[in-house]
C-alpha cells in the first residue's frame, strides 16, 4: 500500500516536471519572439520595410506551427502561413475573422518576400508587425 502511494507520488513528479519544462520552453520562444518583432520594429523604423516584414512572417510562422504541434495537428515538412492558418481554422482553433485576419497579415508579408509586386507601405509593416505581436499574445 506504501509502495503504491509512493509510485503514484513518483507519477505526478514526472507529469509536473514535464509540464514545467513546457512552460520554461513557451517562455523562452515567446522571449526569442518579442527580439525577432523588436528588430523587425527597429529595420522599419530604418526604412527597411522589406526585411522587417520578412522577420516578422518568420515569427508568424513559427507560431502557427507551435500552436498546430500544441494541438496535435499534423502538418507538412514546410507549411505556409496560410496552410497553417487553414489547419487552424478546420480544427476549430480560430474563428473566420481571426482566419482572416492572419490571412491579411500572410498577404503583407509575402508582398515582403517576393520583390515582383510592389513595394510594401511603411503602414503595411507596421500592421504586420503589429498583428504578429498581438497573434502570438491572443492564438494559443
Not at 508568424?60 to 500544441?70: D, M, P, T
Not at 474563428?95 to 510594401?120: A, F, M, Y
Request: glycine fraction near 6%; aromatic fraction near 4%; include cysteine.
Amino acid at each position: 500500500m506504501k509502495f503504491k502511494a509512493q509510485l503514484e507520488i513518483l507519477k505526478s513528479v514526472e507529469a509536473r516536471f514535464e509540464s514545467s519544462l513546457f512552460d520554461i520552453k513557451q517562455l523562452v520562444r515567446a522571449d526569442l519572439f518579442d527580439s525577432e518583432l523588436e528588430a523587425a520594429r527597429e529595420l522599419a523604423k530604418n526604412g527597411f520595410l522589406r526585411g522587417a516584414g520578412a522577420v516578422a512572417g518568420v515569427v508568424i510562422e513559427k507560431h502557427l506551427g507551435q500552436v498546430c504541434a500544441n494541438r496535435n495537428i499534423v502538418t507538412k515538412k514546410h507549411p505556409t502561413i496560410s496552410e497553417l492558418n487553414d489547419l487552424l481554422k478546420n480544427a476549430g482553433t480560430v474563428d473566420v475573422p481571426t482566419w482572416r485576419k492572419i490571412q491579411r497579415l500572410g498577404d503583407i508579408r509575402n508582398l515582403c518576400d517576393h520583390s515582383k509586386q510592389r513595394e510594401p507601405t511603411s503602414d503595411e509593416v507596421i500592421e504586420l508587425i503589429d498583428g504578429t505581436e498581438k497573434l502570438c499574445k491572443t492564438v494559443f
